[in-house]
């Protein structure tokens, strides 16, 4: 199978606490672009124990409520530990470090997410990666 070649934005905050604000863009991007059904894995930096990894299919109209569940049980912190939101058109990562990935291959939605997250002062730097299709989480 040929690598497919995915766009990337790397969208850095001002402050560390600024990153739940990328939460409405990645709704308001994910109904934009009409993306479907999505899955959300928790990764580095969570409490996620045996569910660490593991894709858990979601409607991204939830995704709010899902996160804040898991603020209050203690199993995720925004900028803390790394939150997964993807399908096979697209991946979002609130990341551990404190910044917020997109990577597609739609130039659309990265042109999208550029504006919105200049538009919020935050830094934006562009990313660019190939993979297998196969690496591409199928929801």
Not at 50 to 76: C, H, M, S, Y
Not at 115 to 131: A, N, V, Y
Request: net charge negative; hydrophobic share 45%; proline share 4%.
């Amino acid at each position: 199978m040929d690598a497919v070649k995915r766009l990337g934005l790397l969208a850095i905050p001002p402050s560390r606490g600024e990153l739940r604000s990328a939460l409405p863009v990645l709704e308001r991007l994910w109904a934009q672009f009409a993306l479907g059904p999505a899955g959300v894995m928790l990764g580095w930096g969570t409490e996620a124990d045996q569910d660490l990894w593991k894709v858990l299919p979601i409607e991204v109209t939830a995704l709010g409520d899902r996160i804040l569940n898991l603020e209050k049980d203690g199993i995720f912190e925004y900028g803390e530990g790394d939150l997964l939101v993807e399908n096979c058109e697209c991946r979002f990562l609130f990341c551990h470090e404190g910044d917020f990935h997109v990577e597609t291959a739609n130039e659309a939605i990265v042109a999208a997410a550029r504006s919105e997250f200049t538009g919020m002062g935050w830094e934006c730097l562009d990313r660019f990666t190939s993979e297998s299709p196969a690496d591409v989480t199928q929801v």
